[in-house]
């Protein structure tokens, strides 16, 4: 599933083509994604320019004059962008033309993905509205996080995985970033001191940024007609390495499940 990261790769790696182009016509080949994409789409966007490429948690949207085409990857979608000429292949279910002759393709094979329109203020709409804030954001601080966690019995992961408390950690970077603080991901979120929820929100921010970083090196395959846009092999310190040796105490990575999703975590350096 593509997760924040992957989600920001794709926007670096499709701004480019489409900013400041013109939409001249969208082809919706299958209507039935998680929600179904308006059938007014074409009308509402077609003439329009594509002022910005933005997005918000795993959201990508195209900001137009009149309001936004809202873009989700789900479980198996990708982007591309692809020269008219190109053949639709299967599970090729919109296109997006602009003005240079080239096309947004979204292609998603499992069909939990979603192409949305918000007239007017993107922030207004009831998928985004009750977001918390953007893990890279200042807004996302030590601060914050340690007033969200106060009095919550909850565990640590599940806190951070709360996407109304912050955005975009999914389940691989919540272990990662649990490593990286040395936080046993199943303590109780309002057990943590100040001090350490610090190392928790600076594991995070360093934690995306690393796997946001890697993701640009594959910005080439945005234009290229096979494999998988924006998904990149990663280096992880945790996540699915059970009982290999932990990267720092030698100790074994192990696994368990929590609220039906799988942690990795070692007991040593993790308290
Ligand atoms: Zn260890």
Not at 94 to 116: A, E, H, Y
Not at 193 to 206: E, M, T, Y
């Amino acid at each position: 599933m593509p997760e924040l990261p992957e989600v920001e790769t794709s926007r670096r790696g499709i701004e480019p083509h489409l900013h400041n182009r013109k939409i001249s016509d969208v082809i919706i080949r299958q209507h039935k994604l998680r929600w179904p994409i308006p059938k007014n789409l074409p009308s509402l966007a077609t003439g329009q320019k594509i002022r910005q490429v933005c997005r918000r948690a795993k959201y990508i949207y195209l900001k137009l004059d009149s309001g936004s085409i809202i873009i989700h990857l789900g479980m198996s979608g990708s982007l591309r962008i692809c020269s008219a000429k190109t053949a639709p292949q299967k599970h090729d279910h919109i296109d997006i033309i602009v003005s240079s002759n080239k096309i947004l393709r979204l292609r998603d094979p499992r069909k939990f993905g979603c192409v949305l329109w918000q007239p007017g203020d993107i922030d207004e709409h009831k998928l985004i509205a009750p977001l918390g804030p953007e893990p890279l954001d200042d807004e996302f601080d030590t601060r914050y996080l340690h007033d969200r966690a106060s009095k919550r019995t909850c565990s640590i992961k599940s806190l951070i995985m709360n996407s109304h408390i912050v955005v975009g950690v999914g389940n691989i970077y919540a272990s990662e970033a649990l490593f990286r603080a040395g936080i046993n991901p199943k303590r109780k979120a309002g057990n943590i001191s100040l001090l350490r929820i610090q190392k928790l929100v600076d594991a995070i921010k360093l934690t995306l940024s690393l796997a946001i970083e890697q993701g640009g090196t594959t910005l080439r395959d945005f234009t290229g007609s096979s494999g998988q846009p924006g998904y990149f092999a990663q280096k992880l310190l945790v996540y699915g390495r059970t009982s290999e040796p932990c990267t720092v105490c030698g100790n074994n990575i192990k696994q368990i499940t929590q609220q039906g999703r799988s942690t990795f975590y070692c007991a040593r350096c993790q308290r």
